[in-house]
């Protein structure tokens, strides 16, 4: 079945960078994209970017960019997302989602199970 | 403020049919961006529920539709269940941002 499975929980320290990876299985890893979903404790859904896992091209939120970066290897079918320069406002469940993008917008079809990102000194 | 509206709240008791609304501008919902919905049970990742304004998933419940208008669409849930008390979002683009926006979430609550 159609599945992204995220890697673990992470703490770390303000200033820090965090990598978190998104592989995916039982579709055909470059036939689609991927965006990026947070969501801080108490808080609603932020879009943070998206990848294409055909070209690797990206498209970040603005509020984003120069701190993330998101890539992707299709040798393993694995996406990741690079955050820099940690702030404690970073504290968030770090979403993976398959986009499936159209003439008309995008939409979000299938999500990991989410990485807690901890940012703590 | 999320550039989508919708209230942060609605309440039903099990059977009855309720609606939450998601209310966008010009530069999304009103330029012609489909809506897109979300479901997000309590510890879980989100749920797609409703796709391109009005279309289900496979394994979505035809209790659940959407529908959209203008610069607003809605999401209706007829003969409420208790499993149905969760959070629900809508998504579209914005022109303006360059970005997938949602909504601030809705919190259903099954009286």
């Known amino acids: 079945q159609v599945q992204l499975v995220q890697s673990g929980a992470e703490v770390k320290k303000p200033g820090a960078s965090v990598k978190v990876s998104c592989k995916a299985s039982?579709?055909?890893?470059?036939?689609?994209?991927i965006s990026w979903v947070r969501q801080a404790p108490g808080q609603g859904l932020e879009w943070m970017g998206w990848?294409?896992?055909?070209?690797?091209?990206?498209n970040y939120a603005q509020k984003l960019q120069g701190r993330v970066t998101m890539t992707t290897d299709t040798s393993t079918s694995t996406a990741y997302m690079e955050l820099r320069s940690l702030r404690s406002d970073d504290t968030a469940v770090y979403y993976c989602?398959?986009?499936?993008?159209?003439?008309?917008?995008?939409?979000?079809?299938?999500w990991g199970k989410g990485t807690t990102v901890t940012v703590s000194s | 403020q999320s550039v989508l509206t919708q209230p942060p709240s609605v309440s039903g008791a099990p059977g009855q049919r309720v609606t939450i609304s998601c209310t966008g501008s010009?530069?999304?919902?009103?330029?012609?961006?489909?809506v897109h919905w979300y479901q997000q049970l309590p510890g879980t990742a989100p749920k797609l529920l409703i796709y391109?304004?009005?279309n289900r998933p496979s394994g979505v419940p035809d209790r659940f539709s959407g529908s959209k208008s203008g610069t607003s669409a809605s999401l209706a849930i007829t003969g409420l269940q208790a499993e149905d008390e969760a959070d629900y979002y809508c998504?579209?683009?914005?022109?303006?941002?360059?970005?997938?926006?949602f909504g601030g979430g809705t919190k259903l609550t099954v009286l």
């Open positions: 989602a398959r986009d499936r993008g159209y003439s008309r917008g995008n939409y979000m079809d299938v």
């Open positions: 039982g579709y055909t890893f470059t036939s689609y994209g």
């Open positions: 990848i294409s896992a055909y070209n690797g091209n990206t």
């Open positions: 010009s530069s999304n919902i009103g330029a012609g961006y489909d």
């Open positions: 391109g304004n009005s």
């Open positions: 998504q579209s683009y914005d022109s303006s941002l360059s970005l997938e926006v």
